[in-house]
């Protein structure tokens, strides 16, 4: 029933930018927390970044102060900017929302590709 819609993956060259956007269709009443995961060939899935519903963010050593996670709670929606990217963040990026108290998530998006290229 309710479903998790990524765009804004592709390819791009190193340096360059994209913004990954997550919309949640269907009846979706409460949100408790947003998150971005990434898993590339080879290579187990990581955390990239989290927000919670009142705004509080958190972001991957490796990406902090490049990605930049936020929300419009109203729209149900996600966003990830991903600036300064690099070969090494090449990878199926997935949303997830949470609506548990304890903010663990309970859907997930279908992922979206990332690809930069040196």
């Known amino acids: 029933q309710v479903q998790l819609v990524e765009s804004g993956g592709g390819l791009v060259q190193a340096g360059g930018s994209l913004r990954l956007s997550c919309a949640a269709s269907g009846s979706i009443f409460s949100i408790t927390a947003m998150g971005w995961y990434r898993q590339a060939p080879g290579k187990q899935r990581e955390l990239v970044a989290t927000i919670t519903s009142r705004g509080g963010t958190k972001h991957a050593a490796s990406v902090k102060g490049r990605f930049t996670i936020s929300s419009d709670n109203a729209k149900n929606t996600v966003y990830l900017q991903m600036n300064s990217l690099k070969p090494e963040d090449t990878a199926v990026y997935y949303c997830?929302?949470?609506?548990?108290?304890?903010?663990?998530?309970?859907?997930w998006g279908q992922g979206t590709q990332v690809t930069v290229s040196s």
């Open positions: 997830a929302f949470g609506v548990r108290v304890s903010g663990e998530y309970d859907y």
